[in-house]
């Protein structure tokens, strides 16, 4: 279980191992990272302008996909992180 808690619509993710075999999707990368990362925490909420809590799209376990330099990379207990803006997943891969 995490122990951070991102704050307002940010999300928490995690770098998933990077397979070498890819069926339905291909993706260019320049560096050896992998370009899916899973949601392992959830903020706490964004409100619309009339106070109304904004529903998150995306689910803890969820494989992602981000827009490129849309993260903030973190070290926690000695694993790496990456905490966005629900706004900078442009994908859910299923």
Do not use: C, H, W
């Not at 903020?43 to 996909?65: H, L, S, W, Y």
Request: net charge negative; aromatic share 6%; proline share 3%.
């Amino acid at each position: 279980m995490i122990k951070l808690t991102p704050l307002k619509d940010r999300v928490l993710l995690k770098y998933v191992p990077k397979v070498e075999e890819k069926k339905t999707i291909i993706m260019l990368s320049d560096d050896k990272k992998s370009d899916e990362v899973e949601v392992v925490a959830l903020g706490t909420g964004k409100r619309d302008e009339n106070g109304n809590m904004i529903p998150f799209k995306v689910n803890v376990g969820d494989r992602v996909i981000l827009e490129k330099y849309s993260s903030q990379e973190i070290e926690f207990e000695g694993e790496k992180y990456l905490i966005v803006r629900e706004e900078n997943i442009i994908g859910v891969l299923e």
